[in-house]
Nanobody, 116 residues
Framework: QVQLVESGGGLVQAGESLTLSCAASGRIFSINAISWYRQAPGKQRELVADISNGGMTKYADSVKGRFTISRDNAKNTVYLQMNSLKPEDTAIYYC??????????WGQGTQVTVSS
């Protein structure tokens, strides 16, 4: 079994920054790709950023140049550095891990609210 714990959400003003973290624990042998998704009220969950086990990254067009995904394999932790935040970034952010042999897991979600 795998446990994921997210942290770092909060309320900020437009233009400010936040860093989200998602730490995995349990019987982890091999991690495949890790992603951050977000879901705003009344909208579908959407992919924000993804990082492969080789460190290749991809981003939604709406966050390119502002958000950075990174991972610390030694700590089994993924980060999402969010700069120049906009009100439209307001959402619940979820990490999503794919593990070899264990399937995929979602974090519990962390609220990010950006005021104008």
């Amino acid at each position: 079994q795998v446990q994921l714990v997210e942290s770092g959400g909060g309320l900020v003003q437009a233009g400010e920054s936040l860093t989200l973290s998602c730490a995995a624990s349990g019987r982890i042998f091999s991690i495949n790709a890790i992603s951050w998704y977000r879901q705003a009220p009344g909208k579908q969950r959407e992919l924000v950023a993804d990082i492969s086990n080789g460190g290749m990254t991809k981003y939604a067009d709406s966050v390119k140049g502002r958000f950075t995904i990174s991972r610390d394999n030694a700590k089994n932790t993924v980060y999402l550095q969010m700069n120049s935040l906009k009100p439209e970034d307001t959402a619940i952010y979820y990490c999503y891990w794919r593990f070899a042999g264990l399937g995929a897991y979602w974090g519990q979600g962390t609220q990010v609210t950006v005021s104008s």
